[in-house]
């Protein structure tokens, strides 16, 4: 049964951040707006993969005090919408950060972190825990390299 959860969750993430990208394609024209929405999509279910790994770590030792991931997928959350604001400051900012881009790359984040708490999954073993959030991972970093082929970093 959680395979099958895990499953249905990384479809509608990846169903949820498709569809948001190519509405921003359709509406605006605009391929960075959609790779900036990709980069902090992916770059969110990075960081929820790692942390749930390290959710899944610690109910092990505490099942009371972590049976519910939701406040770790909402930090991860924000960390990542933290990340995309110093990488938008630093790495990016060409003369300027564009706040456009860093409201595009947070749209992106947040609705990746609302659909993963909705769609929240209990994990039966830690070799489940591994693959899932390894699976959940390498689509984050897909996310993140279709948005650089988009503006044509990559």
């Known amino acids: ?3 099958f959860l895990a499953i249905r ?10 569809v948001g990208a190519v509405a921003y394609l359709v509406r605006s024209g605009r391929f960075d707006y959609a790779a900036h929405f990709l980069a902090g999509a992916g770059g969110t279910l990075i960081l929820i993969a790692a942390t749930n790994a390290l959710w899944s770590m610690l109910s092990g030792r505490r099942p009371s005090a972590f049976t519910d991931a939701a406040p770790a997928i909402a930090a991860a959350t ?6 995309g604001l110093v990488a938008e400051f630093t790495v990016f900012a060409a003369p300027v950060a564009d706040i456009v881009d860093i409201v595009h790359q947070s749209l992106g984040a947040i609705l ?3 659909a993963c708490m909705l769609l929240a999954c209990n ?6 825990a591994l693959v899932s959030d390894g699976i959940t991972a390498g689509l984050g970093l897909v996310m993140i390299v279709i948005g650089a082929v988009l503006v044509g970093i990559i």
């Open 1 to 3: 049964m959680y395979e």
């Open 112 to 114: 990746v972190g609302m």
């Open 78 to 83: 924000l960390i990542s919408i933290g990340f």
């Open 9 to 18: 969750r990384l479809v509608a993430v990846s169903v949820l951040a498709g």
């Open 123 to 128: 994990r039966r073993s830690w070799i489940a």
